[in-house]
């Protein structure tokens, strides 16, 4: 089942698109000095890991704190945030099992939740993170309290080159290629959303895929 989602994936295309690569450059605008390198690095790993997963290459997986890749994630966006005068609020529970995966993998998939969000409220809003633990589950929720996404739209989100945005923010490739990696990692995305109140992505990996921190 996973080289088939691989396989899906380099069927979208060979390689990401330049405007793709470019979303990832731009959450970098904006960020504190002391973290551009640190960010830049993280940026060209994400990009790299997209390329090599196109092409149906095999991950390195190791054990890795959601919460981590999550924070990761936020660091880069936090430009953006920023400009747009959004409210960040966290919500992590710092005692969850690590998860077996790619940490580029997964920092790319939150990168990808996070901006849809932020695109989501052009003239603010709030942007919630929360991890936690339901019935076995690891989730990592993103959610934005923008104008939330149409019934008719929900049953299309997921598939290859749909997007609501204009031409220049996206080619409608971050959801399928975010779903096909979590896929590949044994789990799942669910998404909810309602009109004029706003959506929630969560992203939710199964038990049999994690160990315990302490274990």
Known sequence: REMQDRAQ???????????????????????????????????????????????ALPQNRSLIDVNHALSEALVIAGGKISRTGIVLERHLDHGLPRVRCGFNDLMHVFLNLLNNAMDAMPRGGVLRVRTGLSDGWVEAAVSDTGEGISKEYLEKIFEPFFTTKLREQGTGLGLPISLSLIKAMGGGIKVDSTRRQGSVFTVRLPKENVEHAHG
């Open 9 to 55: 994936v380099a069927r979208m295309k060979e390689q990401p698109d330049a405007r793709d690569r470019g979303d990832l450059a731009h959450l970098a605008e904006g960020a504190q000095e002391g973290d551009v390198d640190r960010q830049a690095d993280r940026v060209g790993h994400v990009v790299k890991s997209l390329l090599n997963f196109s092409k």
